[in-house]
């Protein structure tokens, strides 16, 4: 895939074009099969022996051996699907290596390449109009939809759907509104746990010794951005007097400094650094929590759930006043020895939480952490955004929509090239699913030139043309939107390629 081969017999540009298109035909087949209720797993291996089973798009491109400059494009258009809504990266990927095939065909054909990418760009915008027209408003007349979202992205995990829906009934639609928050984030995995919903969040770590509490209710915590050591003294200085003074003084200010948090009501100490053995007995002998080295992430969810703020330790010289001010509260913080971990629960009515995922192996715990964050981000898009038919079925009537319009000119065949794609996400779903997929294709068109609805499709148990949406097949509508705009970009930044050029070692 990295060499670029040499075609004496056809042009410059018509050899990039080519050659590009073999590249992303290689990154398409990579995830092609995984789409759809009938889609299958990629084993992926490392140089180490390392292994991850999965279906999930993004998982298996990002890990792919890839060097060619198209494939990368690919990939990185994937995973900016991924990072903006979630899910649809396997969909946004099949469309954009149909554009780009289809439009490859045409230029072979003697259509300029020009006019495909302007008759894609306006097939593209059209398509995402009609999407539009399919969108259906989630409210309480058709909440159900929601749970039948969670189970389709969570690979039919009914236990994990439930978990995910409970879990955005919690957090609430104006949280679930705001575009800094993920549901996803929310999802933490735990090799042998049982798949349970807190409000609160998990800290992976256990405090410094087995004599602190393992329990404590009514907690107040504080957060140190920072270590809990004394400040260091240069070790040259440590050799004469006022050296050794400023040492012995910094170890006196650090246990000062912690007798002072007991005085203002503070129970647990969480830092992201080192804490000092040489307050260690103290901390333990205030009856107090101090769990050192906690992830940035785990202090952020912390954080955000008790209220604390995160601070440096030189901060601890303020006054108390000023110190209780950053502390943060918790309802109970709970030590778990069997899984090696700390719970901190919010109150009972907190829109704060967290939703643990397990298994039994390490390899299938990661894959139920995929999944339970693809139905979690679907779940979410889906009340911010609404939902329209799944299954391939809304490309397909777009699609149909399409073909009536008039396109002039050669512009028409960059049109057409719009057209076949939206074809190919069902085409997949039934090859993976057994079904001849030009006779499904054919029937599904049939069907949709005497009835204008957007939810014909294949039952894949069946193998019959039915009302998808009938049968509970719904996706987001931001997951929809995102994928065909990707496409259509990154099928037009390719096919606008006119050479291939190594660059010099700088």
Not at 98 to 106: P, R, Y
């Amino acid at each position: 895939m990295n060499e670029i081969p040499t075609q004496p017999e056809t042009n410059q540009h018509l050899a990039a074009l080519i050659v590009n298109a073999g590249a992303v035909r290689a990154v398409t087949e990579a995830v092609q099969g995984t789409l759809g209720p009938k889609g299958l797993d990629c084993l992926l291996i490392d140089e180490f022996g390392s292994v991850i089973v999965t279906n999930d798009g993004v998982s298996i491109l990002k890990t792919m051996d890839v060097n060619h400059p198209a494939a990368r494009m690919i990939i990185s258009a994937a995973e900016h699907q991924e990072e903006q809504v979630g899910d649809g990266t396997t969909t946004a990927t099949i469309l954009a290596g149909a554009l780009i095939n289809e439009g490859v065909n045409q230029v072979i054909k003697g259509v300029p390449v020009i006019k495909v990418i302007e008759g894609i760009r306006l097939g593209i915008n059209d398509a995402l109009e009609y999407l539009k027209d399919a969108v259906v408003t989630i409210d309480q007349s058709n909440i159900q939809i929601v749970k039948q979202i969670a189970l389709i992205a969570g690979r039919n995990h009914p236990e994990l759907a439930e978990l995910i829906v409970e879990a955005a009934k919690i957090v609430g639609e104006q949280i679930l509104h705001d575009p800094g928050y993920k549901l996803a984030d929310q999802i933490i995995a735990l090799e042998s746990s049982e798949n349970h919903l807190i409000r609160g969040t998990i800290i992976e770590r256990v405090p410094l010794n087995k004599e602190m509490p393992r329990r404590i209710t009514a907690a107040r915590i504080v957060i140190i951005d920072d270590s809990l050591e004394p400040i260091k003294v240069d070790s040259e200085a440590l050799t004469l007097e006022i050296g050794f003074k400023q040492q012995i003084q910094s170890q006196e200010d650090l246990r000062e400094n912690i007798k002072k948090l007991a005085r203002i009501g503070v129970t647990a100490i969480f830092t992201n650094r080192s804490i000092a053995e040489s307050v260690e007995d103290l901390i333990t002998d205030l009856g107090m929590i101090a769990v050192q080295q906690v992830a940035m992430k785990e202090l952020q969810r912390l954080a955000t759930l008790t209220g604390a703020r995160p601070i440096k330790k030189s901060s601890l010289f303020r006054e108390e006043s000023d110190l209780t001010r950053i502390i943060g509260a918790a309802t109970e913080i709970v030590v778990d020895e069997k899984y090696n971990h700390i719970k901190v629960y919010g109150s009972s009515d907190c829109q704060f939480v967290t939703v643990i995922v397990g298994a039994a192996t390490k390899e299938v715990v990661a894959e139920r952490e995929r999944i339970a964050k693809d139905a979690a981000a679907a779940v979410q898009a889906a009340l911010c955004s609404g939902v329209v038919p799944g299954g391939g079925s809304t490309e397909i009537s777009i699609a149909s929509r399409l073909a009536q319009n008039q396109v002039r000119g050669m512009n028409g065949y960059g049109y057409q090239c719009v057209i076949e794609a939206l074809k190919q996400p069902m085409t997949q779903i039934c090859s993976n699913a057994g079904f001849n997929p030009l006779e499904k294709i054919e029937e599904v068109l049939e069907y949709n030139a005497k009835d204008p609805s957007y939810s014909y499709g294949v039952n894949c148990d069946t193998g019959r043309v039915e009302d998808l949406a009938l049968n509970g097949v719904w996706d987001p509508f931001d997951v929809k939107y995102l994928a065909i705009k990707t496409a259509g970009e990154v099928s037009e930044a390719i096919l606008r390629i006119n050479n291939i050029i190594k660059m010099k070692n700088h």
